[in-house]
């Protein structure tokens, strides 16, 4: 389950919460055949995890499609332009309804929810309601499951908006994506769409004083001819650096465990992973590997 076994525990092997772990369906990519995943909107799962227990996913994205500020080359959903949404994001009165009859089913016929988690198809913070989608969900789960977790998977890019900073910061588990601090690195694999300055970000960070959980994907392999591996000390180094600054509650170490839209991608290998993790765990921050 999702408790503080999950997010206290300093240095252990074992799968953290991610998007994936869901049960999506599969769609084929008409381009090249290649599985990626777009969740059922607003609410999709829940679905059992033998360490997070009865995660339930609320996805503030489209049914048909994904929209993110990023355009991750590792992204499960595959590449923006591949898979452009139709349908109009879900309103708050329609996530609260959904959450609602989901919860009160839930209340009925189980299971207990250990998290409800904010993922899926893009990027919930893009969502023009979220902080008010935040404050209903909280809401309704004092309501329904006040033991339960509300966890938001962001990539960081609406920090700058005070009502997102708010929000993200009344929740349990405010995990913030940082897969490196260089630019050019930034650009070329996780490719925000609209200005993004990643010293901003890294400064609205340090602003939550400890309430959030920084995730951070490593990988090797090449992207259109150039090398895109960020565990190597090059970039390790200087990231351990601004995670200490940071002084998040953990830091969620991971790597890609699907098909990616771009080839020739590589998981990062145990070893490497555990590297950085040690590295860590030297500099006293708490971090979860997962590979
Ligand atoms: S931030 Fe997440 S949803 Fe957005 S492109 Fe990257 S991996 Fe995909």
């Given at each position: 389950?999702?408790n ?12 953290i ?5 869901f ?7 008409r ?31 489209p ?8 355009d ?7 590449f ?6 139709h349908?109009?994001l ?20 189980g ?11 893009g990027?919930?913070?893009a969502h023009p ?17 006040p033991?339960?977790k509300?966890s938001?998977?962001s ?8 009502e997102v900073?708010?929000a ?6 405010n995990?913030?994506?940082l897969d ?35 995730q ?27 995670v ?9 170490i991971?790597?890609?465990d ?9 998981k ?5 992973l ?15 590997v997962s590979?």
């Amino acid at each position: 389950m999702v408790n503080e076994e999950w997010l206290f525990e300093r240095y252990s092997l074992f799968i953290i919460f991610h998007s994936s772990f869901f049960y999506p369906y599969l769609c084929i990519q008409r381009k090249r055949i290649m599985a990626t995943v777009i969740y059922p909107s607003p609410i999709f799962g829940p679905v059992h995890s033998r360490r997070l227990g009865v995660s339930l996913g609320i996805n503030l994205l489209p049914a048909d499609g994904k929209f993110c500020t990023f355009d991750c080359i590792y992204c499960e959903c595959g590449f923006n332009g591949d898979h452009r949404p139709h349908q109009k994001l879900p309103t708050r009165e329609e996530v609260f309804h959904a959450l609602e009859t989901r919860l009160q089913d839930m209340k009925l016929n189980g299971p207990k929810p250990d998290v409800l988690t904010f993922a899926g198809n893009g990027e919930p913070t893009a969502h023009p309601q979220f902080a008010g989608i935040i404050e209903d969900t909280l809401r309704l789960r004092d309501n329904y499951f006040p033991e339960a977790k509300v966890s938001v998977l962001s990539n960081s890019t609406f920090l700058h908006k005070p009502e997102v900073f708010e929000a993200l910061n009344k929740i349990d588990n405010n995990i913030l994506k940082l897969d490196t601090i260089d630019a050019t690195y930034i650009n070329k694999v996780d490719r925000p769409t609209g200005h993004y300055d990643v010293l901003q970000v890294i400064e609205y960070m340090k602003a939550f004083k400890g309430n959030l959980i920084v995730q951070t994907l490593f990988m090797k392999g090449t992207f259109e001819g150039e090398n895109v591996d960020n565990t190597t000390d090059e970039y390790v180094l200087p990231w351990l650096e601004v995670v200490k600054e940071i002084n998040p509650r953990q830091v969620m170490i991971y790597t890609i465990d699907r098909e990616t839209p771009a080839p020739n991608l590589l998981k990062a290998t145990h070893e490497e992973l555990d590297r950085i993790g040690k590295l860590l765990l030297e500099a006293d921050i708490p971090c979860s590997v997962s590979y």
